[in-house]
Each structure stands twice: as structure tokens, then as C-alpha cells.
């Protein structure tokens, strides 16, 4: 069963950083696209960044220029690269993983980290 393991939340203060990570236990992650989403106390679930097998990424407007989202295949890790924190990015951050399945396409879920900002 494959599995993704968030980790690197916390509480910072506002225009502090933190670095996200999200561990993937299966073969295809190489050729899977990873995203990153979070969900505000109240709010509904965003898209905040993601990132093709290829490389190319694309970023919620609200985080371009301060989130920055990478991947290291042979790792099969992902990252959130989070600088100019913001309170209003205080939410339960959670990765997501589409790849090829054997019947249909396969997407997981993380279990979710909680980022904190203080004003």
C-alpha cells in the first residue's frame, strides 16, 4: 500500500520559514505528480503548489514568489519550501500524489502537517 509521510510543520512566526517534506513509499514516484495542498481552520481545501514528473510547477497566486515546491526522485521525497510566512498561511498542509496505477489511476493522500504563523 503506498503511503505518504508528511513531516516539518510547526509553529514560526510571521516572515519565518519552514521546509515541508513528503515521503513517498512507492517505485513510481519518479513518474507521479506531487501536490501540495492545505486547508484553513473554516476553509476549504487549496491547492498551493505541484509539480509534474517533468519538472515544471505551478503555484496558488497567493504563495508565488514565497513558496517554492521540488522533488528528489532518487529520495522519492518532496518539498515545500516556505520563506515571507504569512499568519494567513496557518493551515493543515497535505501532499498528494497522482501517478499510473495497474486497473486505474492511483492518488494518495498524506495524513497532514500542521503549519503554524503567529503574528
Known amino acids: 500500500q503506498v503511503q505518504l509521510v508528511e513531516s516539518g510543520g510547526g509553529l514560526v512566526q510571521a516572515g519565518g520559514s519552514l521546509r515541508l517534506s513528503c515521503a513517498a513509499s512507492?517505485?513510481?514516484?519518479?513518474?507521479?505528480?506531487i501536490n501540495w495542498h492545505r486547508q484553513a481552520p473554516g476553509k476549504q481545501l487549496e491547492l498551493v503548489a505541484g509539480?509534474?514528473?517533468?519538472?515544471?510547477?505551478n503555484y496558488a497566486d497567493s504563495v508565488k514568489g514565497r513558496f517554492t515546491i521540488s522533488r528528489d526522485n532518487a529520495k522519492k521525497t518532496a518539498y515545500l519550501q516556505m520563506n515571507s510566512l504569512k499568519f494567513e498561511d496557518t493551515a493543515v498542509y497535505y501532499c498528494?500524489?497522482?501517478?499510473?496505477?495497474?486497473?486505474?489511476?492511483?492518488?494518495?493522500w498524506g495524513q497532514g502537517t500542521l503549519v503554524t504563523v503567529s503574528s
Open positions: 498528494n500524489l497522482k501517478g499510473p496505477g495497474s486497473l486505474k489511476p492511483l492518488e494518495v
Open positions: 509539480i509534474v514528473p517533468g519538472g515544471n510547477t
Open positions: 512507492t517505485n513510481i514516484f519518479s513518474i507521479s505528480a
